[in-house]
């Protein structure tokens, strides 16, 4: 914001974990915490959400919203509200639900509505980003939609800091995200359990799990493969940029993501991944380089790339090639999201004012 100092934000952001609702300022941000009563979000269609950020766009006055994701109705709200709005996509809903649809009835709820947000919203916007190119092709294709640009989001500079310590003795694996059907965390049991004889290793979950889906699949691994399975239930950023500064490789066969933070984590840090061929991934985990890619839904492919990493003199010991490591946090820099995000506000500013 240094660099654009006329330009005035916004952020309000509702959690029912807020102490209390309060405002604070940082040189040309204004940060609104809005604390909300918990469940009354996707029951009331949003409509409890719109009440409580009209409030404080009504003393705002923005000429434009930036609604960042469809998962909890952004878009809505602020055509609700009267507002033109750019959207930039977290997640592509209407993937995911296809590749694993919701099991419980909340999931089916709030899934539904963030695709239906997706079907109505986006051809409304001014502008839609999304983080990948394959993002940006489905976007395209699904919606129709003509304004689409990518604009990759940075891990937080803590990544940039890390100390690598890799340890090779055991081989440190680790998985970041929810264990679940989406992230594939049954074709990473599966995968390791057919290494468990060839390599002495330890893998680390990071994340909450989904349930029952864990616990059915804790009940179809070896003795040996639980043995040197270690749970990490909540971390900290901090304890996370730790655990990645020690590890050896990443592991992340998900079956659906469009540039999963964990892979991105992992990069900028300077830690081999493998993974599978799935949204941005191969955007900046260059085969060979800085990882190995595997085919989605595919146990013995993944099993495949995790004996491919372990054969690599670069990988083995938890290092990537220093080219790609160095061209990948400018890639992944905040600085490219920054002036990515620039030139999508000087392009709504261009529409509204009808000279684009």
Excluded at 122 to 141: M, Q, W
Aim: charged content about 25%; some cysteine; aromatic content about 12%.
């Amino acid at each position: 914001m240094r660099e654009h100092p006329e330009l005035e934000i916004h952020i309000v952001a509702l959690r029912k974990t807020f102490p209390r609702s309060s405002t604070y300022r940082a040189q040309n941000v204004t940060f609104h915490l809005i604390k909300t009563v918990g469940g009354l979000r996707a029951p009331t269609l949003f409509w409890y959400d719109t009440y409580l950020i009209g409030r404080v766009l009504r003393k705002v006055r923005p000429q434009l919203v930036h609604c960042w994701g469809t998962e909890w109705g952004a878009p809505w709200i602020a055509y609700r509200l009267g507002y033109p709005f750019i959207v930039t996509m977290q997640g592509i809903i209407t993937w995911y639900c296809r590749v694993s649809p919701p099991k419980n009835l909340y999931g089916k709820l709030y899934f539904g509505l963030s695709q239906l947000c997706e079907r109505q919203m986006l051809r409304k916007a001014i502008l839609v980003t999304t983080e990948s190119k394959y993002g940006v092709n489905f976007l395209k294709s699904e919606f129709g939609l003509t304004n689409v640009w990518q604009a990759e989001h940075p891990p937080i500079k803590l990544f940039f800091q890390v100390e690598r310590r890799p340890r090779v003795r055991p081989l440190k694996f680790v998985f970041v995200g929810r264990a679940s059907h989406l992230k594939g965390t049954d074709l990473l049991l599966k995968a390791l359990d057919q290494i468990v004889d060839i390599a002495d290793f330890e893998i680390v979950l990071i994340g909450s799990r989904e349930e029952p889906f864990f616990s059915e699949l804790m009940g179809k691994i070896s003795p040996k493969l639980k043995g040197r399975l270690v749970l990490r239930d909540v971390c900290t950023t901090a304890e996370v940029a730790n655990e990645l500064g020690e590890s050896t490789m990443l592991l992340f066969p998900t079956r659906a993501d469009t540039s999963p933070n964990a892979v991105k984590e992992a990069a900028v840090v300077g830690v081999p991944v493998v993974a599978t061929r799935v949204g941005g991934i191969p955007d900046y985990i260059i085969d060979g380089k800085n990882g190995v890619l595997c085919e989605p839904e595919s146990v013995e492919d993944f099993a495949r790339g995790i004996k491919s990493a372990l054969s690599n003199p670069m990988f083995s010991r938890g290092a990537v090639d220093p080219e790609t490591y160095k061209w990948v946090r400018d890639y992944l820099s905040p600085e490219r999201m920054g002036q990515r995000f620039w030139e999508a506000y000087c392009f709504a500013a261009k529409k509204l004012a009808g000279t684009a």
